[in-house]
């Protein structure tokens, strides 16, 4: 699956009241290490059909970052029916992305 560049609140509050899983990376284009992860997360979107992947530029959208306290970058946020599940801030392999869609805890 694809991932989706998120250009609005609504679009972004539609697509995280989803019941599947959505994993919300919140980056800029200057930052070094959301360039480093970018490829991660591109591959996960193509080999994990049940989670929605999408993205969120802080410097185009810089009230959504503020609502949700984005204070580093990159940060990942996992959200299912609207409720953050788990937040991973900096860079994180693919494993512990992984981990933190399908741990329950």
């Not at 959301?34 to 929605?52: G, R, S």
């Amino acid at each position: 699956m694809a991932i989706k560049e998120i250009k609005n609140i609504d679009e972004f509050k539609k697509t995280i009241s989803d019941t599947k899983l959505t994993l919300v990376d919140f980056y800029a284009d200057w930052c070094g290490p959301c360039k480093m992860i970018a490829p991660i997360i591109d591959e996960l979107a193509k080999t994990l059909d049940d989670v929605n992947f999408i993205k969120v530029n802080v410097d185009v959208l810089q009230d959504l970052a503020k609502d949700y306290e984005i204070l580093s970058i990159p940060t990942l946020i996992v959200f299912q029916s609207g409720n953050e599940l788990k937040r991973k801030i900096g860079f994180v392999t693919a494993n512990e992305i992984k981990q933190d869609l399908f741990s329950k805890n």
